[in-house]
């Protein structure tokens, strides 16, 4: 693809167009220098950041990360996503969300009800809840939710936009584990905007996502927990970017048997 195409290549977030496929987390790094440079490796122009951490510490701060977060930011004009990690129900979600406006200036909100302990699978009922509240509230509701076709559909009715569906449990660096579902989200919610979340572990499973049509992905601890988060920031970016293309450009369809690569006719050559 030309630079010239990978510039027209672009997608929204509400009114804001973006270039860049990768969003990035910014929550687990080693290092604030280690935050920042990873930024700049992604090339993302969307940052998530988790509110209950922010507003954990008196005066928003957590050892400069937070004001790291927005420096960068705001010098690569970047956006940032507060997220409602760690909301159990939908009254504490709102009520974050809320919150969110006031300190950081957005209306994007990522909105997370946890369901379940173990998996954190998201509660898609207080999902559905809280995003129809949001929406009437004026936000630009990005809800993490499950691959389940239902929910999704419910969460559109709830008029969210934008969809933000697992790949595995979140933290688990799992990838794609039901392709088959993702499949069948894109194939029934064509012109909705969907951005895998949680679960990819590996610069290949962002590839495999972008590849199935997906809009972007997002993710945190595969670059952070790595051993190179910067390296392994450029590597995501290169591999949502090739992704990308690979759907654009077309994958050859699959077959269950071999298919010669050179049609052989005629009379065969005598090697002597």
């Known amino acids: 693809m030309s630079p010239t195409s990978t510039l027209a290549d672009t997608w929204r977030i509400g009114d804001t167009v973006l270039h860049s496929r990768f969003l990035l987390g910014t929550a687990g790094y080693p290092s604030p220098q280690t935050l920042q440079e990873a930024i700049e490796a992604s090339g993302s122009q969307v940052l998530t950041l988790g509110l209950k951490r922010t507003l954990a510490v008196p005066g928003g701060g957590d050892n400069g990360f937070v004001q790291i977060i927005r420096d960068t930011a705001r010098a690569r004009g970047a956006h940032l996503l507060p997220n409602t ?21 957005t209306h994007w909100i990522k909105l997370e009800v946890v369901g379940d302990e173990q998996t954190l699978q998201p509660d ?101 927990q790595s051993k190179d988060p910067v390296r392994m920031a450029a590597a995501f970016r290169d591999a949502v970017a090739g992704g990308r293309a690979g759907h654009l450009a077309g994958l050859m369809p699959t077959s269950d048997v071999a298919i010669a690569t050179t049609p052989v006719g005629g009379q065969p050559f005598v090697l002597l």
Do not use: K
Not at 87 to 95: G, H, L, V
Not at 138 to 164: K, N
Not at 179 to 207: C, N, Q
């Open 85 to 105: 990690a760690g909301c159990r129900s939908a009254r504490e979600a709102i009520t974050l969300a809320h919150m969110a406006r006031e300190l950081l200036d």
């Open 124 to 224: 898609p009922f207080e999902l559905v809840t809280a995003a129809r509240q949001l929406v009437a509230d004026g936000f630009e509701v990005l809800p993490y939710c499950t691959d389940d076709l239902v929910s999704a559909q419910r969460l559109v009715d709830a008029g969210c936009r934008i969809l933000m569906p697992w790949a595995a449990p979140i933290g688990s660096g799992l990838g794609l584990l039901n392709p088959w579902a993702l499949r069948t989200l894109r194939a029934r919610l064509p012109d909705l905007t969907l951005i895998v979340d949680a679960g990819l572990g590996a610069p290949s499973h962002a590839a495999a996502a972008m590849e199935l049509g997906f809009d972007a992905v997002l993710l945190n601890s595969a670059v952070s």
